[in-house]
């Protein structure tokens, strides 16, 4: 097992994976209604010159990446709440990265404001060139559900590690991810999540992104619905198939979706503009997703053709 900032990690675990993200300018992501997961305000890169061997890392080097890293993002480090850590697993080599992240963030933390750390390693092991991209899913799933989710294997945490004096914590429980609060200008102000991933490659290669939670400035919310908004399409290739798809179309909006507004407009959107259009097609006009969900039931179970646009 891998055991990022556990005891007992002895090494390297290999995983295989592979992520997928779709980047797109913010101002452009707007006008075109994107969902936005979050926005990175920066990335760099740098390499650890040399060590003492091929898979020992440079505290100096990462420390350097971050520090420079939150610099040219314009970010403070008081403002960052969470680090999702490279976490390698093991005994030296997460005192190591603790060391570096120590020498940028130990003059800005008290033990009760300290930041929480985690690795994803210890889930699915080390997936090679996915590593940094599964610790960026994280990350954004964190965002969208406001939690932070615990580190695992760490029960009993590296005794390398002197935690109780670190500006860090290891994230060891699943709790609500709480917006960090800051005095500016006479008034307390609400920062958005901002959380760092760290990369960090045998032979040397240091990667860093900072994330920050995207929110939507509020004169752009627009809650009023169109006449277009308001209608729904849904197709498949025979009647049998219809039905399994206003199924499964229920079971996804009781299990996932919100009821605001904003969440009514893109899925609206979504199925008049991403989906192709089959054979056999029904259409629904609702005020709101609790409406659509009724007529899509009451179509089920009564084939109620006055549904029917």
């Not at 779709?22 to 997961?37: E, F, H, V």
């Not at 991810?177 to 991933?197: C, D, F, L, N, S």
């Amino acid at each position: 097992r891998c055991r990022s900032f556990g005891e007992g990690g002895s090494g390297y675990v290999p995983g295989e994976g592979v992520g997928v993200l779709i980047l797109k300018p913010l101002k452009k992501a707007i006008a075109s209604g994107d969902n936005i997961y979050c926005t990175i305000k920066g990335t760099h890169i740098n390499h650890g010159g040399r060590t003492r061997g091929y898979t020992v890392p440079n505290p100096k080097s990462q420390a350097k990446l971050i520090s420079e890293s939150l610099e040219l993002a314009g970010i403070d480090s008081h403002y960052v709440s969470y680090i999702e850590a490279h976490g390698t697993g093991t005994a030296l080599g997460d005192p190591i990265e603790i060391e570096g992240i120590e020498k940028v963030f130990s003059d800005n933390r008290n033990h009760d404001n300290k930041i929480s750390i985690g690795s994803v390693k210890s889930n699915i092991g080390h997936l090679e060139a996915a590593a940094g991209m599964a610790g960026i899913m994280k990350v954004i799933l964190q965002m969208k559900y406001k939690q932070l989710v615990p580190s695992i294997h760490t029960d009993e945490l590296n005794q390398n590690i002197d935690f109780d004096n670190s500006s860090v914590k290891v994230q060891r429980v699943l709790e609500p991810w709480k917006h960090r609060m800051v005095w500016e200008e006479g008034e307390e102000k609400q920062i958005p999540y901002i959380a760092t991933v760290s990369s960090f490659g045998a032979g040397g290669s240091n990667g860093h992104v900072i994330l920050q939670e995207y929110t939507k400035p509020n004169e752009d919310i627009d809650t009023r619905l169109s006449e277009l908004d308001k209608l729904f399409l849904f197709s498949a290739n025979n009647e049998s198939s219809l039905k399994e798809v206003l199924t499964k179309f229920i079971e996804a909006i009781d299990n996932n979706f919100n009821q605001s507004d904003q969440t009514i407009k893109h899925i609206s959107y979504t199925l008049k503009t991403g989906r192709e259009a089959r054979n056999v097609r029904i259409a629904f006009r609702a005020e709101n997703l609790l409406g659509l969900r009724e007529k899509v039931q009451s179509y089920l179970e009564h084939e109620g053709r006055e549904n029917i646009v």
